[in-house]
């Protein structure tokens, strides 16, 4: 499998985020808490406000205000009020503003979900799921006896440490930045709370989960039943549309005043017509290096005839990148279109080619797709489709951040040739794991600093590269600098599982969750209340 297909495989890693899905990678626990740390403040400063005004955005009122409780556990207006913020958090760099219709400069409340929902209402319940499931699991965990360990409370301390290094970058006080990202009545005791009680869910959550095993024979199966999830292909494509000479004929009729249902339709046939020997050209290549020659033959001779190489440059047209775009990796099969139908047929053979019309108002255009072969590693007798069999790594790393080297590169890296020359003093792994845990390197204290079963994607690309070499051996080591973050010191423990079957595996837990999940919830009470509800404040924006 090329590079490329194996980064472009990133879209099916199962998420984390404030879910309790199953996941080793080291970074897991932090991430399924709700702990979406903001780095734009949306602060508003109101003066001359009432007194009273003053006592009720102090949080008085919501820390002493119950707005959730099971058995053992309650959640107070404040801390909803930092889950309902952190939820709205995940959303918004989450990338939903941008196709959900979510507009960050105006209130939830004013913003309309669906007719009979408002946006602070669809957050609302999202967050009241999350908080139920916090409290059901934490009461799991109570009944077991299970405890916050050393290293929890240090990961708690930590996440709670960073407030005070945003609030630097901004230079506000820690409380102010709080207040701005998560409401005005929480308070950093809040979080802490708040946090405490997402990490004892977490610790039956985990329980449950080691009680999990599958086999290969499981996993099989579950590829069996679903393997339009692991399926991929590889092509190559290009649209065609019409070219502006084409258009401008169009308008022209019309500035004439000359146009009519028929000329219009007629203008848009010709503009066709005109691409049809370009699409039949392409249409004809017979494997991928004719088709890449076509492309770039058109785009050439043809879309950019009239600009000469320094045209091309000053108005920033790449053609090799635009050939290059042709190419699409790992697809996972998605919809229920014609090139979809056409792609994922056992029948493929390698090369085929497939065009597609489409018919828009004011023009048509035509995509020609290639089908690429199956990756060469591919352990399935399809001709076109495969599933990722390449193996995830296993490694340990140190950072060394810039942000603890007051943003100074050359001390960052002054550290960390340090901290390579103590472990090389040594040589073992059991010497990485150990410097990895010492509190000042940061965050790779976690576990001895381990990834297990780490991806593409983890920590940088030329970490990616670094791991995945074929020739990387146990015992490896590296030093990589990262832009705007600091110096990682990696320690390469071996091969993990294998990716296909490292999601198979995960995706089987997770539905044993669910499931044993549904059957705790049933036999815990979760209570909401709603006076503590409607204590809860949406962030102040700007």
Known sequence: ????????????????????????????????????????????????????????????????????????????????????????????????????????????????????????????????????????????????????SDEDKAEIKELLGNFDTYAANYNVTTQYYIKNVYGASVTKKDVEKCLELSYRAELYHDHMMAQYEFSEEDWNKYFDENNSTFLKVNYLSYTFEPQEDDEDKSEETTAA?????????????????????????????????EFYACVRSYLTDVVYADKDEEALKAESIDIDSMVDKCL??????????????????????????????????????????????????????????????????????????????????????????????????????????????????????????LIENADYNTLSEKIDDWAFDSARQPGDTYMEFVENDGYYILYFSGDGAVKWQYNADNALKNTQYGEEYEALAKETTVTFKSKGLSLVQEVKHA
């Open 257 to 289: 005043g000359e146009e009519t249902n028929t000329d219009s339709d007629t203008a848009k046939e010709d503009a066709s017509a005109a691409l049809k020997p370009y699409v039949d050209k392409l249409a004809a290549t017979k494997n991928a290096d």
């Open 328 to 449: 699409t990796e790992g697809k996972v099969k998605s919809g229920d279109s014609d090139f979809t139908k056409w792609a994922y047929d056992a029948a493929r053979a390698p090369y085929d080619v497939f065009t597609d019309e489409h018919d828009h108002d004011d023009h048509h255009d035509y995509t020609v797709y290639m089908i690429l072969p199956a990756d060469e590693d591919s352990d399935l007798d399809y001709a076109c489709m495969y599933r990722d069999t390449y193996r995830l790594k296993n490694y340990r790393y140190i950072p060394v951040k810039l942000s603890a080297s007051d943003n100074d590169q050359e001390t960052a890296r002054t550290t960390a040739e340090a901290i390579l020359a103590e472990y090389n003093d040594k040589g073992t792994e059991e010497a990485f794991a150990e410097l990895a845990s010492r509190d000042k390197y940061g965050d790779g204290r976690y576990e001895g600093g």
């Open 1 to 148: 499998m090329s590079k490329g297909q194996q980064r472009n495989s990133a879209e099916d890693i199962l998420a984390t985020g404030s879910s309790k899905s199953y996941t080793k990678k080291k970074e897991g626990k932090a991430k399924k808490v709700v702990t979406i740390i903001a780095f734009v403040l949306a602060a508003v400063i109101v003066l001359g406000v009432l007194s009273a005004y003053g006592i009720y955005s102090s949080g008085m009122i919501q820390r002493n205000t119950v707005a959730a409780e099971s058995e053992h556990y309650e959640v107070t207006a404040a801390m909803m009020t930092y889950f309902f913020n952190a939820t709205y958090q995940t959303y918004v760099n989450g990338g939903f503003s941008q196709y959900m219709g979510l507009d960050t400069s105006k209130a939830l409340s004013e913003q309309k979900y669906t007719d009979n929902e408002t946006w602070f209402d669809y957050i609302m319940k999202a967050t009241k799921r999350e908080v139920q499931e916090t409290l059901v699991l934490a009461e799991g965990a109570y009944e077991l006896g299970l405890e916050l």
